[in-house]
């Protein structure tokens, strides 16, 4: 739930350009793709991926990527249950301001809690957020494992580890389940961006 500020004198200031206004200058709706899933399951490759994608057709795009919020907008918190609620909550403020700007925001985290991905959801239209579950065993991103994680973790040097000593919900009902363990990285793109088009996100190029 978005907090209430912290004073009665703070008043939103109605801009004269609106969503709409800067949609249809890019020719195509803003966005949230969700992309959620364990470590190792592809997130960041695919967001990145489906941006480079989406940047040759033209789109106004931009990801947030787990890693990199950490080294400026979330570098004060752990990785503690409520720090990542915190975490969750502040990328969700920052992808529907992206959502006004009239960007197709891609988010990279592992979010592993259901109610926290909720929270975001409930803060947009329900059109405007795409819950993209990178569904990948947990065995294969171990055996992935490009950053040497897992190992730590099942060594015990990293506490609170999403999949070992930290709980992974999954998503219930995703607007698209990609097989990250089977397909290719060009056939998962293929998928997202057919989910924009179904969605009426971007044209039929």
Same mark, same amino acid.
């Given at each position: 739930?978005?907090?209430?500020?912290?004073? =009665?004198?703070?008043?939103?200031?109605?801009? $004269?350009?609106?969503?709409?206004?800067?949609?249809?200058? =890019? =020719?195509?709706?803003?966005?949230?793709?969700?992309? $959620?899933?364990?470590?190792?399951?592809?997130?960041?490759?695919?967001?990145?991926? $489906?941006?480079?994608?989406?940047?040759?057709?033209?789109?106004?795009?931009?990801?947030?990527?787990?890693? =990199?919020?950490?080294? +400026?907008?979330?570098?004060?918190?752990?990785? &503690?249950?409520?720090?990542?609620?915190?975490?969750?909550?502040?990328?969700?403020?920052?992808?529907?301001?992206?959502? #006004?700007? +009239?960007?197709?925001?891609?988010?990279?985290?592992?979010?592993?809690?259901?109610?926290?991905?909720?929270?975001?959801? &409930?803060? /947009?239209? #329900?059109?405007?957020?795409?819950?993209?579950?990178?569904?990948?065993?947990?065995?294969?991103?171990?055996?992935?494992?490009?950053?040497?994680?897992?190992?730590?973790?099942?060594? +015990?040097?990293?506490?609170?580890?999403? +999949?070992?000593?930290?709980?992974? #919900?999954?998503? /219930?009902?995703?607007?698209?389940?990609?097989?990250?363990? #089977?397909?290719?990285?060009?056939? &998962?793109?293929?998928?997202?961006?057919?989910?924009?088009?179904?969605?009426?996100?971007?044209?039929?190029?």
């Amino acid at each position: 739930m978005t907090k209430q500020p912290p004073s =009665n004198a703070i008043v939103w200031h109605q801009a $004269t350009i609106t969503r709409q206004h800067r949609e249809a200058l =890019n =020719n195509h709706r803003s966005s949230i793709l969700w992309f $959620t899933g364990l470590s190792g399951a592809g997130k960041s490759t695919l967001a990145h991926a $489906t941006e480079e994608r989406l940047h040759q057709m033209g789109c106004r795009t931009f990801v947030l990527d787990g890693d =990199n919020v950490r080294h +400026g907008l979330c570098a004060d918190l752990g990785f &503690s249950d409520q720090d990542r609620i915190e975490n969750i909550r502040r990328v969700g403020e920052m992808a529907k301001l992206f959502i #006004e700007a +009239g960007v197709i925001v891609l988010t990279a985290f592992i979010s592993p809690f259901q109610a926290d991905r909720a929270r975001v959801r &409930s803060l /947009v239209t #329900e059109a405007d957020f795409l819950e993209i579950h990178c569904d990948c065993a947990l065995e294969v991103c171990e055996g992935r494992d490009v950053k040497g994680l897992y190992r730590r973790a099942r060594m +015990g040097e990293i506490k609170n580890f999403t +999949g070992i000593s930290s709980p992974y #919900e999954p998503p /219930v009902n995703p607007e698209l389940r990609v097989n990250t363990s #089977e397909l290719s990285l060009q056939a &998962s793109v293929d998928q997202v961006i057919e989910l924009l088009k179904v969605r009426g996100i971007i044209k039929d190029f």
